[in-house]
Structure formats: C-alpha cells, structure tokens
C-alpha cells in the first residue's frame, strides 16, 4: 500500500488534488454602523413592536486572477411612530476563489454561493449588535439569493455577455 502524497490524486496517480470551484479565504468585517438616534427615552417608551425594514445587497469585484471579494451588505431600520428606534448598517466581506469555473459560472457562483456562505455569519452579527444596543436581536430570515440574483439581472436586463466574466454586479432585496 503506498501512502498518497500531495502531488498525486485519491487513485495514487500523478496530476494535482480537484479543487473545489469555490474557496472562502477570508471574511471580515468591512464596515459595521449602530445607530440609536433617540437615545435611552426610546427604551423605556416603546410600548409596541417596531415595524423593521431590512435591505440586503450583494456584490462582487475581481481583486486577482480567479479571486474575488464579494461583499454581502445588510441594512435594518426600525421605526414606531414614525420615529426611528434603530438603523444597523453592515458590510461583510469575504475572498472567494473560484478554481476551474467556466466564465458563464462565475456571476452565479459569486453572487448566489458565496452570499449563502457568508450570510449566516453576517446576519449573527446584525443579532448581536441590535442585542448589544439594548434592543432584542434582530434575526433576519434566511434569504434567497438565487431569486435575489434573477431579480437583479431581470431589472438590470444585462446578460453574462455584457458582463465578459467580470462580476461588478451588485443584488439587492427589501
């Protein structure tokens, strides 16, 4: 029996490991906004449930060859009385590389996987600063980015000709 080596395969003949086509680097925070413009009257007032808007945005960029940064951006406000309780802003980040995609895999899997990947951590840290900010947490229900993904490209009407395999695309939903 011979022991594989990282330049042979699971057959134990040569040629490189198959790579999955997406590979998450890194995630991190890009930039992160917490908001309670009525200050502490708003705590003991509130008498009833706020009503809470929340917008999600997706977007890609190519930093190199076959690595991207995707940015998945998360926005809630909450008003009652037409006052507003609360407004959290993020961006969540992450470096995706893509290994053997074909071009017209690359849109889909950036802005439909990648997003799924990131969102649960995104939307833990929406949770915890609502939380942290004296409020119940806010939990965002889980998102479709595949409808999120047609929806931008029905509005847009772009196809992945106009975009030559580039992704500077952004989606967004209410």
Request: aromatic letters at 6%; proline letters at 7%.
């Amino acid at each position: 029996m011979t022991e594989d080596t990282p330049d042979t395969d699971a057959n134990g003949e040569g040629g490189s490991l198959d790579l999955p086509p997406i590979m998450i680097g890194a995630q991190y925070i890009k930039d992160l906004s917490f908001e309670n413009p009525q200050g502490p009257e708003v705590l003991v007032s509130i008498s009833d449930s706020p009503q809470v808007n929340i917008d999600v945005n997706t977007s890609a960029r190519a930093l190199a060859d076959d690595v991207y940064e995707v940015a998945l951006f998360i926005r809630g406000e909450a008003k009652s009385e037409n006052k507003t309780v609360f407004i959290v802003e993020l961006t969540y980040g992450g470096i995706i590389t893509l290994n053997n995609v074909t071009e017209e895999n690359i849109q889909p899997l950036l802005l439909i996987e990648a997003p799924r990947h990131l969102f649960p951590f995104a939307r833990n840290i929406v949770a915890n600063v609502t939380r942290d900010g004296g409020f119940p947490p806010l939990l965002i229900n889980p998102m479709d980015f595949v409808a999120l993904y047609n929806d931008s490209r029905n509005n847009a009407g772009q196809t992945d000709d106009e975009q030559n395999g580039q992704p500077e695309q952004e989606n967004s939903a209410e």
